[in-house]
């Protein structure tokens, strides 16, 4: 059983709000990932880290940003959010970069 | 990292074995070869993954060939809770690649009574 959390599950929201989607994992992993998933379509790699206070943009450009001040925590941010960010962002952790990595529930975000 | 080839979509009987089968003729000699399915759309549940030789796990097993170009994930008894979403990813362990997965169309299997 994979301990990575992601929370709100779901999240309904007006356009130009500045949103946080939060990410937890205490399986003690340096490597996490942010993936970005429209429905009936293909994960795409938006952000990763390989430990604290690293962070890389990943394959797919994208609007938001994340930090990691904590190994445990990987929080994505939308300073201002649109429509077009209407999508399911998924959360993974992997202890080295050859090993599986474990994801997280998703949360699907909506912008109205 | 190499590039996968999958078919779009498979149907199973329930009880028989699945294979899914995936190409991946570019893959390097230091890419591992991964599987994950998606159900429903939640996260990507691992399977299993391999570098060279044939491996087994309690959910499934991976045959790859002998010039690594190829590989098949073999679910023995499929169930109808086997429906999803399977992709093949061959993983980076170097460069700008390091650790990424990145994910294709993947197969989707339906298996049916």
């Known amino acids: 059983e994979a301990d990575i959390y992601q929370t709100p599950r779901y999240l309904v929201i007006g356009t130009g709000k500045k949103i946080t989607l939060e990410c937890s994992q205490t399986?003690?992993?340096?490597?996490m990932y942010w993936y970005q998933q429209d429905p009936g379509m293909e994960l795409h790699l938006i952000h990763y880290?390989?430990?604290?206070?690293?962070?890389e943009k990943g394959d797919l450009s994208s609007e938001s940003t994340v930090s990691r001040i904590r190994t445990e925590h990987f929080p994505l941010t939308l300073e201002s959010a649109r429509p077009s960010h209407t999508s399911q962002y998924l959360c993974?952790?992997?202890?080295?970069?050859?090993?599986?990595?474990?994801f997280g529930q998703g949360t699907r975000l909506t912008v109205v | 990292d190499a590039k996968t080839t999958q078919p779009t979509s498979m149907d199973c009987a329930e009880g028989r074995a699945a294979n899914l089968p995936c190409n991946h003729s570019?893959?390097?000699?230091?890419?591992?070869v991964y599987w994950y399915r998606q159900i429903h759309s939640q996260g990507p549940q691992y399977i299993i993954h391999?570098?060279?030789n044939n491996e087994t796990n309690e959910m499934a097993s991976l045959i790859i060939t002998e010039d690594r170009k190829s590989s098949t994930l073999i679910l023995p008894h499929a169930t109808l809770r086997d429906t999803a979403v399977y992709y093949c990813?061959?993983?980076?362990?170097?460069?700008?690649?390091?650790?990424?997965?990145?994910f294709g169309q993947g197969t989707i299997l339906t298996v049916h009574p």
């Open positions: 391999g570098l060279k």
């Open positions: 990813i061959v993983r980076g362990t170097g460069g700008t690649s390091y650790g990424k997965l990145t």
């Open positions: 993974a952790s992997s202890e080295y970069a050859n090993t599986e990595a474990f």
């Open positions: 880290s390989y430990g604290v206070n690293s962070t």
């Open positions: 399986m003690g992993h340096d490597k």
């Open positions: 570019t893959i390097s000699g230091n890419e591992y």
